[in-house]
C-alpha cells in the first residue's frame, strides 16, 4: 500500500515563499508522473504542477513563473517551491503519484497553505 504524505504547508505573507513535499512512506516506488494540486473551499480541485519520470514539467498560467516542481526518485519525493506567493493561492495542496503502469493513482492527504498579512 502506497501511503504520500505531504509537509511544509503553513502561513505566509504575501510575497512570502513556501517549499511543499510528498514523500511515498515505506520502501521506495517507482511512479510515472507525480502531481501538485489545491483545493480551496468553494472551489474545484485545480491542477498547479505536474511532472513526468523524465522530468518534463507543466504549469497552469495561474502559478507559472512562481511555483516549481521537483522530484527526487530516489526518495520517491516530489518538491513544491513555492515563491510570491498570493492570498488567492490559499488552498489545501495535495500530491498525487500515478503508478508506473499509469493504472493506479495514489494522493496524500494535503497539507494547508495561507497566504495572509
Not at 43 to 58: D, H, M, P, Y
Not at 84 to 93: R, S
Not at 95 to 102: E, G, N, P, T
Amino acid at each position: 500500500q502506497v501511503q504520500l504524505v505531504e509537509s511544509g504547508g503553513g502561513l505566509v505573507q504575501p510575497g512570502g515563499s513556501l517549499r511543499l513535499s510528498c514523500a511515498a512512506s515505506g520502501r521506495r516506488f517507482v511512479f510515472s508522473t507525480m502531481n501538485w494540486y489545491r483545493q480551496a473551499p468553494g472551489k474545484q480541485r485545480e491542477l498547479v504542477a505536474a511532472i513526468t519520470s523524465g522530468g518534463i514539467t507543466n504549469y497552469p498560467d495561474s502559478v507559472k513563473g512562481r511555483f516549481t516542481i521537483s522530484r527526487d526518485n530516489a526518495r520517491s519525493t516530489v518538491y513544491l517551491q513555492m515563491n510570491n506567493l498570493k492570498p488567492e493561492d490559499t488552498a489545501v495542496y495535495l500530491c498525487s503519484a500515478r503508478s508506473a503502469d499509469f493504472r493506479l493513482e495514489y494522493w496524500g492527504q494535503g497539507t494547508q497553505v495561507t497566504v495572509s498579512s
